[in-house]
């Protein structure tokens, strides 16, 4: 392989390892914020505990007043090198969800390892209410967003055909 060709996987992990750094540095904020009460359940804050659009976009999570908050700045803030660029197209939405996606796996991950009142000894459904369906030693959202992330990074990677 030549330089030139490994200089676009370089990036790419680069930037892997700058959201995931992004992740560490946000879990650390979360659990100063929540401690052992993971998803916002005691901050003051509005809840919205059951409904069928939590049980379909949600995983059956409530809805919080917090979430509703740093969910959408979160996306907004990886939007901002598009935003500050003046520059958008496909490939790079593909890659800024992908980015998103695997800030929140790992800022979520993150929580329970780095948290004094879990620790991976307590990432278990029995200790993770708010993560109601698991698939082996993970909740499922960690299989689903992780591949989706990984096709995104794929196709955010792809060149456009030229005709």
Known sequence: MSAAAFIPQRRTLVLVAWVLLLGFFFANVEIQIEGSAGWAADLPTWRIE?????????GGRPMTGYHAWVFPFVALFFHLPSVFNG???WRDEARIIACIMLFWLTEDFLWFALNPA???AKFAPAYVPWHIHWIAFAPTDYWTMSAAAFA???VSR???VLR
């Open 118 to 120: 879990y620790g991976l």
């Open 87 to 89: 520059q958008w197209c």
């Open 158 to 160: 792809t060149r456009p």
């Open 50 to 58: 059951k409904h069928w659009l939590l049980d379909l976009f949600w």
């Open 152 to 154: 995104l990074f794929f």
